[in-house]
Structure formats: structure tokens, C-alpha cells
């Protein structure tokens, strides 16, 4: 299983808004509304952001928003702040009963 | 609140065994799927292994599949991972993960890992 490409670096300044692409295949992003985003700060747990593709888990941001289109999936972030720069990976389940993480991509606050 | 606690990292020669432990608290362990997954050191996130709540149904990324076995004891409440014929490309810090509250296959929350370097 391969992993879903994701663009190495996206960066943006406080307050603008940014989109993190994340491409996969039939096997996995396009079939299955499984898809699943963490934020991840050097040396901390990865943090669930969104999950099922849009939902959001209580208690995080509103600022972070999720969507998907055919074998591509998203991770917006909106009102971008110092807090968040970190990397950023996307999640799917697989039909082989498997998960499948993103490249990774590393968000730059300028 | 939801904590996992890995342990059992260390150094190890190509070749040999380790055995990882995460022990959860907040949340009743028998009635959730676990996850391992690793990162190497700058890359990015690899999943490991899964187990279901019955701690029979279990599966494996192709990379680790016959060298690793993933297990649970709900009785101590703790998650195992089974290292055997290590690899260089093992190395990684490993993490315990939940399996979502409402079964959509994430994984909601982690560990903080442990280190696992295999070198002579």
C-alpha cells in the first residue's frame, strides 16, 4: 500500500487561509468516506483533527474544516495562527482492512 | 481523560526481539479496537498494526507482517507489540493509538510513543 501523497510544505500568513491536498487511489480515498486528518508538533501525540472526511471531534477549532472529491481529499485551515504550524497527515482506511497514512505535510506560519 | 502510556523502546541489534506495552487510562480498554503505528526518523507516519476489541481479529502492514504480532491482555488493560527479526528500517518511534469513539476508522487519540533503534 502506498502512501497518499500529500504536498511536502504549505505556508501562509496569520489570518489567511490554507488547503492541504490528499490524493489517493479507488483503493482507499475514493471509495470509503474513511478519511481522517492529525496535526502532529515535533515530540507531541498526533492530535485528530477531522474524521469520516468533514467530521470535526469535540473541542477542536472550528478553523479546521474537511472535504473530499473523488480520490482527493482536504484539510482546510482558516484564520491561519502561529499555533499552527506543525505537520499535518491524512488517513484512510484501505479494502484490504488496512490504514494508509499521508506524506505528510509540513504548515509554515510567515 | 483518555491517556496512553507506551513503554519498552530501547536499542537492539539487527536480527533480535522487543516487546512494546501501552497502557491506557480514561476509557474502558476492552470495549476498543488499538492501532500501532511508527514514524522512522524524518518521515512521516506508517500504521503498524490493528486489534479489535475481541483481541482476535488482527491485521498488518505488508512490512511488518510475520515478524510482528500485536496483542492484548484486557484483563492488565495493556496493548503489546511483539518485535521479532528487527530491521534497521524498524527504527522509529513507535505509538499506541485508540480507535474512534464512533467506528469511522481514525484514530483519536495517541501516545507520546517510545523509541525503538535497531543498530549494532
Known amino acids: 500500500q502506498s502512501a497518499l501523497t500529500q504536498p511536502a510544505s504549505v505556508s501562509g500568513s496569520p489570518g489567511q487561509s490554507i488547503t492541504i491536498s490528499c490524493t489517493g487511489s479507488?483503493?482507499?480515498?475514493?471509495?470509503?468516506?474513511?478519511v481522517s486528518w492529525y496535526q502532529h508538533h515535533p515530540g507531541k501525540a498526533p492530535k485528530l483533527l477531522i474524521y469520516a472526511v468533514t467530521r470535526r471531534p469535540s473541542g477542536v477549532s472550528f478553523r479546521f474544516s474537511g472535504s473530499k472529491s473523488g480520490n482527493t481529499a482536504s484539510l482546510t485551515i482558516s484564520g491561519l495562527q502561529a499555533e499552527d504550524e506543525a505537520h499535518y497527515y491524512c488517513?484512510?482506511?484501505?479494502?484490504?482492512?488496512?490504514?494508509?497514512f499521508g506524506t505528510g505535510t509540513e504548515v509554515t506560519v510567515l | 481523560q483518555v491517556q496512553l502510556v507506551e513503554s519498552g523502546g530501547g536499542v537492539v541489534q539487527p536480527g533480535g526481539s522487543l516487546r512494546l506495552s501501552c497502557v491506557p487510562s480514561?476509557?474502558?480498554?476492552?470495549?476498543?479496537?488499538m492501532h500501532w503505528v511508527r514514524q522512522a526518523p524524518g518521515k512521516g507516519l506508517e500504521w503498524v498494526a490493528v486489534?479489535?476489541?475481541?483481541?482476535?481479529?488482527?491485521n498488518y502492514a505488508d512490512s511488518v507482517k510475520g515478524r510482528f504480532t500485536i496483542s492484548r491482555d484486557n484483563s492488565k488493560n495493556t496493548l503489546y507489540l511483539e518485535m521479532n527479526r528487527l530491521r534497521a528500517e524498524d527504527t522509529a518511534v513507535y505509538y499506541c493509538?485508540?480507535?474512534?469513539?464512533?467506528?469511522?476508522?481514525?484514530?483519536?487519540?495517541w501516545g507520546q510513543g517510545t523509541l525503538v533503534i535497531v543498530s549494532s
Open positions: 493509538a485508540k480507535v474512534g469513539e464512533e467506528g469511522y476508522n481514525d484514530f483519536d487519540y
Open positions: 479507488s483503493s482507499d480515498v475514493a471509495n470509503y468516506n474513511y
Open positions: 488517513s484512510s482506511y484501505t479494502s484490504s482492512s488496512t490504514y494508509v
Open positions: 486489534i479489535w476489541s475481541d483481541g482476535y481479529n488482527r
Open positions: 480514561g476509557f474502558t480498554f476492552s470495549r476498543y479496537g
